[in-house]
């Protein structure tokens, strides 16, 4: 079976980016700065021959993925598998308040041993995301797909096909309408083609 690429696309901005954790916090919807971003993100990924775009169920990450699936002729299709982190009583609460917390210390150290409270930990949103991506992509074989989804939840699917520890996932940077592009082989290794590009074509800011 041939390899499938996958674009791993994380959502651009809301009002709420970089200042609250907001987690599947519904009615969050893009700003005017996050829908320019989206537009720049379907431009980039304009020449490229996708056959599907999945996005999270989330209001930011389905209006990300809008212009990007209208540039191929293409309709969003959710997937669950690729959700923010549930980040229980965390959710949509100031960041700045967040980091005065000794757990905050731990998500930043050693992610692998974090549950938030009343929420998932961050090995069972990696575990399955991971089986998401694996199932797409065999879904799609040959084939190039866009999922759009969530700044962690993509660390932590590049952290895994790159045999890197959940531990180091922190050392990823995924700004928001950036997208990374991997490759899965069938029965072979992954590839990590590209990583948080923001780039638009366009040659607009």
């Given at each position: 079976?041939?390899?499938?690429?996958?674009?791993?696309?994380?959502?651009?901005?809301?009002?709420?980016?970089?200042?609250?954790?907001?987690?599947?916090?519904?009615?969050?919807?893009?700003?005017?700065?996050?829908?320019?971003?989206?537009?720049?993100?379907?431009?980039?990924?304009?020449?490229?021959?996708?056959?599907?775009?999945?996005?999270?169920?989330?209001?930011?990450?389905?209006?990300?993925?809008?212009?990007?699936?209208?540039?191929?002729?293409?309709?969003?299709?959710?997937?669950?598998?690729?959700?923010?982190?549930?980040?229980?009583?965390?959710?949509?609460?100031?960041?700045?308040?967040?980091?005065?917390?000794?757990?905050?210390?731990t998500v930043?150290?050693?992610?692998?041993?974090?549950?938030?409270?009343?929420?998932?930990?961050?090995?069972?949103?990696?575990?399955?995301?991971?089986?998401?991506?694996?199932?797409?992509?065999?879904?799609?074989?040959?084939?190039?797909?866009?999922?759009?989804?969530?700044?962690?939840?993509?660390?932590?699917?590049?952290?895994?096909?790159?045999?890197?520890?959940?531990?180091?996932?922190?050392?990823?940077?995924?700004?928001?309408?950036?997208?990374?592009?991997?490759?899965?082989?069938?029965?072979?290794?992954?590839?990590?083609?590209?990583?948080n590009d923001?780039?638009?074509?366009?040659?607009?800011?």
């Open positions: 079976m041939p390899a499938t690429t996958l674009v791993l696309l994380r959502h651009a901005t809301t009002p709420a980016t970089g200042r609250r954790l907001g987690g599947r916090t519904p009615g969050v919807h893009l700003d005017a700065a996050g829908r320019a971003q989206a537009e720049a993100a379907a431009r980039r990924l304009a020449p490229l021959a996708v056959e599907a775009v999945y996005a999270s169920p989330l209001e930011r990450t389905r209006e990300t993925a809008a212009p990007v699936a209208r540039a191929h002729g293409l309709r969003v299709r959710t997937e669950r598998g690729l959700l923010e982190v549930d980040y229980g009583d965390w959710t949509d609460r100031p960041l700045a308040r967040l980091r005065r917390l000794a757990l905050w210390r930043q150290q050693a992610p692998s041993r974090v549950t938030f409270p009343g929420g998932e930990s961050i090995r069972a949103a990696q575990q399955r995301a991971v089986e998401a991506s694996e199932r797409l992509a065999a879904a799609h074989p040959g084939g190039t797909i866009v999922l759009v989804s969530h700044a962690d939840v993509i660390k932590a699917l590049l952290a895994h096909h790159l045999g890197m520890g959940l531990d180091l996932f922190q050392r990823l940077v995924i700004a928001p309408a950036s997208s990374s592009t991997l490759v899965l082989p069938d029965g072979g290794a992954p590839a990590v083609l590209a990583v923001t780039s638009d074509p366009a040659g607009r800011p």
